[in-house]
């Protein structure tokens, strides 16, 4: 993955924690170098095996460090360069996320290496939506509930999210179910 994930993994430990403690986990994960190359692409194992480090050194689960850094990661991509990219598609939380492929293929336009998710949006009765999310890579889940938790966040909405289905071998692609509140 570019850089710029990798960067956020490392700003996220440095606010949360300390600078040793970033050393600590590069150590860990066996990772040369102590920063990235936001633009450069790095092979995918570097992001899952910091986030590994992280979840050896802090106890929690991969997943949940992914559902962290995913809330995060509105913050920090938002108020990068690309922010206004993000906030283009409009106000609403609903907005934000009918326009995400828009975003990454904007986003892949100075990133060409990128491989992007893709989302669909479902609405399946009154408030409630499946949120389809297609991806070239396994292991995000979690990181896509932590997305739509700073999403919601950010724009002051109120939602529940449950996963309905995972991507597997015979499934292709993972499933999110959403409730806005009122
Ligand atoms: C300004 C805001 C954003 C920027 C700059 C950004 C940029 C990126 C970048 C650079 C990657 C790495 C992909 C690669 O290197 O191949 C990525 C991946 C991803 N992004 Fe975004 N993103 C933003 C917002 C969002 C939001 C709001 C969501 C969802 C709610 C999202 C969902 C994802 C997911 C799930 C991936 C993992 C890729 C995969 O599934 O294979 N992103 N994004």
Not at 69 to 84: L, Q
Not at 125 to 153: C, I, K, N, P, W
Request: aromatic fraction near 10%; charged fraction near 25%.
């Amino acid at each position: 993955m570019y850089g710029m994930i990798n960067e956020g993994i490392r700003t996220f430990i440095i606010n949360n924690h300390d600078e040793q403690t970033w050393e600590t986990i590069c150590q860990k994960a066996a990772v040369e170098g102590r920063s990235f190359d936001h633009m450069k692409s790095y092979d995918d194992s570097v992001t899952y095996d910091l986030v590994g480090a992280v979840s050896e050194h802090t106890g929690l689960s991969a997943g949940e460090v992914m559902a962290k850094f995913g809330s995060y990661w509105i913050d920090y991509a938002g108020s990068s360069s690309y922010g206004k990219l993000m906030k283009r598609a409009g106000d609403s939380f609903l907005e934000r996320l009918a326009g995400l492929d828009d975003m990454h293929a904007q986003i892949k336009k100075s990133m060409p290496h990128l491989k992007p998710p893709s989302f669909q949006l479902e609405e399946i009765a009154d408030r409630t939506y499946h949120l389809h999310y297609f991806s070239q890579r396994t292991g995000l889940d979690t990181m896509v509930v932590g997305l739509l938790d700073g999403l919601a966040e950010e724009t002051g909405a109120r939602i529940a999210v449950k996963q309905v289905a995972e991507k597997s071998e015979t499934v292709d692609h993972s499933v999110f179910e959403i409730v806005l509140a009122h």
